[in-house]
């Protein structure tokens, strides 16, 4: 039930560099279609405004998410999206990957019916809107990652494309988390893009599937230290002008440490 939020997002920028196929390299898609997948959810639970189970009947074991719309389940729509999405940029990497990105985003839907924050509707809406949207990228996958790789645009695009978005996403009449949610999704994507943009230009070293357990661990711990910025004042957090600088500019800051900074760090400790 975690995916979705922020602990998931730092693992997804963890492993987009250190789990990419050495065939294929370091897939900037890889997190850019996730972040195109979880926006477009986001913001179409605030235009659809559709309510979540009423309780009773339904018994909530969340309160965090309780005050955003249902439809669709962005938990889902982000266990689709990156689960596939690491298949389908490890492909032929590992044995048991559309088993597992299978089995992973099953678990993930069952667990929104389970908490009682989604209808059965708003589960299988979210996955085929994610599944749809996956098989349209797919054409495209190589010719968006090499674009994102090599023109010389991209740093300045992928921070301000989706800053606008953020600072243009649709207003509510109260104050609901999914604004938030939605600049820390594009925020650690925009960083990661970054970093796998200025990677390519200077051929950074890329991980084994032989020394990948330690690093990726020492990886999450490094991102998950940095993320862990001291609160400020919650009502000004909550202001347009204040929350979405705040977080973008902090998991910005995530995505390109996870994807440039503790690489070199491993490069120089000897681990890669």
């Known amino acids: 039930a975690s995916v979705g939020q922020e602990p998931a997002l730092l693992a997804l920028c963890c492993c987009s560099d250190s789990s990419a196929s050495p065939a294929r390299g370091p897939s900037s898609c890889g997190v850019s279609s996730p972040q195109i997948v979880m926006y477009i959810g986001q913001v179409s639970k605030d235009i659809l405004k559709w309510p979540r189970p009423l309780s009773p009947p339904v018994v909530k074991l969340e309160v965090r998410t309780d005050a955003e719309y249902g439809m669709p389940s962005t938990h889902a729509m982000a266990a689709t999206a990156i689960s596939f999405s690491f298949l389908i940029a490890t492909m032929n990497q590992y044995k048991l990957g559309l088993m597992a990105a299978f089995v992973f985003s099953t678990l993930v839907c069952l667990s929104r019916l389970y908490t009682g924050m989604h209808t ?7 996955a085929l809107i994610s599944a749809v949207l996956l098989v349209l990228l797919y054409p495209a996958w190589d010719s968006i990652d090499h674009l994102l790789l090599t023109s010389p ?17 649709p207003k509510l009449d109260y104050y609901s988390p999914t604004r938030a949610d939605t600049t820390t999704i594009l925020g650690a994507g925009a960083g990661a893009t970054v970093g796998f943009w200025l990677n390519h230009q200077y051929a950074a070293p890329a991980y084994s599937g032989e020394n990948l357990g330690f690093p990726l661990i020492t990886g999450m711990t490094v991102v998950l230290v940095l993320a862990s910025s001291p609160s400020a004042d919650l009502e000004a957090r909550r202001r347009l002008e204040v929350e979405v600088p705040y977080k973008f500019v902090t998991y910005s800051s995530v995505g390109f440490t996870a994807t440039v900074i503790v690489p070199l760090l491993h490069g120089l400790l000897g681990l890669i």
């Open 120 to 126: 059965v509707l708003d589960v299988i809406g979210g």
């Open 153 to 169: 645009f991209c740093p300045l695009l992928s921070i301000a494309v989706p800053l606008l978005l953020c600072y243009n996403y």
